[in-house]
C-alpha cells in the first residue's frame, strides 16, 4: 500500500522569505500524481500544485514550486517570497494512475504540515 | 456553478442518533469521495464511489454507510453515532479520466463538522 509521509509538523517563515515543506512517498507504482493542498483556517482544502509522475519538469505555479525526485521518492514544495496569507496547514498528497477498478480516483494524505508565516 | 456543495456544514450529535451528511456536485462528476480529518491524522478516506449504483469502501468505512442513486449526489449516513466519529467531514469528486492529469484533480466541498456527545 502506498504512504505518504510529512515528517515536519509545524514550519515558521519570516514574511518575503523562502520556506521549504517536505513530502516523502512509497509505492511501487511507476504511474502516479502527487500534489500539494493548502487549508487555510477557513477549512476550504486547495490546490496547490500537482505533478506527473512521468513528467521529469518539476512543476511550478506563481511562488510555488516543487522538488521532484522521482528515485528518492521525495516531493517537496518550496514557498517563495512567503505572504502572510500562505499561513494554512499543507497537505502532501499521492494519487495512483493505474486503472485498479476505480481506487485510483482516491487520495492518500500525509498528516500535513502547519506553516506560520511571521510579519 | 456551485461545485461541490456540503450540507450541514455544523452538527452536534447525540451518541446513538442517526444522521446523513449531504453532498452535491454539478460538474457531472464521475468520482465522488468522502473523506474524514482528524488533528495529526490528515484526511482519510471513508467511502467513494465511480458512478450511479456503484460504490466501495475506503480506508476507514465502519460506522458510515453510502449510496450513489445519481451522478449528483453521494450521501454519507451514520446509522448510530459514536463519540470516535467527531470530526470534520469533506466531499470531493473529480472527473474519472486517465488521459487528461488535469482533469483527474479532486474539488473539495466546504467540509462539516460533527461532534458527537
Known amino acids: 500500500a502506498q504512504t505518504v509521509t510529512q515528517s515536519q509538523p509545524e514550519m515558521s517563515v519570516q514574511e518575503a522569505e523562502t520556506v521549504t515543506l517536505s513530502c516523502t512517498y512509497d509505492?511501487?507504482?511507476?504511474?502516479?500524481?502527487l500534489f500539494w493542498y493548502k487549508q487555510p483556517p477557513s477549512r476550504q482544502m486547495i490546490l496547490v500544485i500537482r505533478q506527473e509522475a512521468y513528467k521529469q519538469q518539476n512543476a511550478t505555479e506563481n511562488r510555488f514550486s516543487v522538488n521532484f525526485q522521482k528515485a528518492a521518492k521525495s516531493f517537496s514544495l518550496k514557498i517563495s517570497d512567503s505572504q502572510l496569507g500562505d499561513a494554512a496547514m499543507y497537505f502532501c498528497a499521492y494519487r495512483s494512475g493505474g486503472n485498479y477498478g476505480g481506487s485510483q480516483g482516491n487520495l492518500i494524505f500525509g498528516k500535513g504540515t502547519k506553516l506560520s508565516v511571521k510579519p | 456553478n456551485a461545485g461541490v456543495t456540503q450540507t450541514p456544514k455544523f452538527q452536534v450529535l447525540k451518541t446513538g442518533q442517526s444522521m446523513t451528511l449531504q453532498c452535491a456536485q454539478d460538474?457531472?462528476?464521475?468520482?465522488m469521495s468522502w473523506y474524514r480529518q482528524d488533528p495529526g491524522m490528515g484526511l482519510r478516506l471513508i467511502h467513494y464511489?465511480?458512478?450511479?449504483?456503484?460504490?466501495d469502501q475506503g480506508e476507514v468505512p465502519n460506522g458510515y454507510n453510502v449510496s450513489r442513486s445519481t451522478t449528483e449526489d453521494f450521501p454519507l449516513r451514520l446509522l448510530s453515532a459514536a463519540p470516535s466519529q467527531t470530526s470534520v467531514y469533506f466531499c470531493?469528486?473529480?472527473?474519472?479520466?486517465?488521459?487528461?492529469?488535469?482533469?483527474?484533480?479532486?474539488?473539495f466541498g466546504a467540509g462539516s463538522r460533527l461532534t458527537v456527545l
Open positions: 509505492t511501487s507504482e511507476s504511474d502516479y500524481y
Open positions: 464511489s465511480v458512478g450511479a449504483g456503484i460504490t
Open positions: 470531493a469528486s473529480s472527473y474519472f479520466l486517465r488521459a487528461a492529469s488535469g482533469a483527474n484533480v479532486l474539488t
Open positions: 460538474m457531472n462528476h464521475e468520482y
